[in-house]
């Protein structure tokens, strides 16, 4: 961690005026994009899921991101351990022949 005293910035708390605009009007499509995930997850009675939505999918995912922020990746470990690094190496069998 830097030491010294930071200059610049926001202040904590501060909400970022930078992205306020584009939060407002994301915000008002969050409830339909949330229904238009359930129509193509086929969640809704009489609607079959999407055949390949992939695209809508991911504009949709970045409408709810940009509103209600991207989702938390817990971490967990125990501080006192070590951190260790697993390197698996694949070496394919021989081939016939070789």
């Known amino acids: 961690m830097a030491k010294g005293a930071k200059f610049g910035g926001r202040v904590a708390g501060t909400p970022n005026k930078a992205t306020a605009e584009v939060k407002a009007l994301a915000r008002e499509y969050g409830p339909v994009a949330i ?30 991101d940009r509103n209600y922020g991207r989702p938390v990746q817990p971490l967990s470990w125990d501080p006192d351990e070590p951190i260790q690094v697993v390197i698996n190496i694949y070496t394919p069998p021989p081939r016939e022949g070789d």
Not at 41 to 52: K, Y
């Open 35 to 64: 229904e238009r995930l359930a129509e193509l997850a086929g969640l809704w009675d009489g609607i079959p899921p999407a055949a390949n939505a992939h695209g809508q999918i991911a504009a949709l995912r970045e409408l709810l």
